[in-house]
């Protein structure tokens, strides 16, 4: 999505990452496409992720396990896209599963340094590859 926002407009990516906060795609839900062009961006990649997503929901529930065709119950958002208003509300209405961005600081295992006031979404790949290497060393 920060991507698609530099290409389109010639930003920096960190003019780009600060731009999409701003975003809320919620604003989009029941509507067509956007008539504010940087929304109007997100909203048209964001969608080409929901093909993508679509795809990969399909396949996976299709399927079959010793008790029938898996079942998706929730989509769970991290990393620093997750923390875009209204992302997980679009996605959830869009593909009809319940859909939560999650942080690392989310959970109550880990402690949340004072200068840090999100939820810790962008720390996700870390966090999961230091747990990676405690579960080797065990």
């Known amino acids: 999505l920060t991507d698609a926002l530099r290409s389109a407009f010639k930003l920096e990516e960190t003019d780009a990452e600060a731009g999409k906060l701003v975003l809320d795609l919620r ?3 029941g509507q067509g ?3 504010n062009p940087p ?4 909203q048209t990649a964001t969608d080409e992720l929901i093909r993508e997503l679509r795809r990969s929901l399909n396949y996976l529930q299709t399927q079959n396990d010793a008790t029938g065709p898996s079942k998706i119950d929730q989509i769970v958002l991290t990393g620093g896209g997750s923390k875009m208003q209204g992302l997980a509300e679009y996605l959830e209405q869009k593909l009809g599963v319940p859909t939560v961005s999650v942080g690392v600081f989310d959970n109550p295992l ?4 004072a200068t840090v006031t999100d939820a810790g979404g962008e720390y996700t790949v870390a966090a999961g590859l230091a747990m990676r290497g405690f579960a080797k060393a065990a």
Request: proline fraction near 7%; charged fraction near 20%; avoid cysteine.
């Open 27 to 29: 604003e989009t839900m």
């Open 33 to 35: 496409v956007s008539d």
């Open 39 to 42: 929304l109007r961006v997100v």
């Open 110 to 113: 880990v402690a949340q340094p």
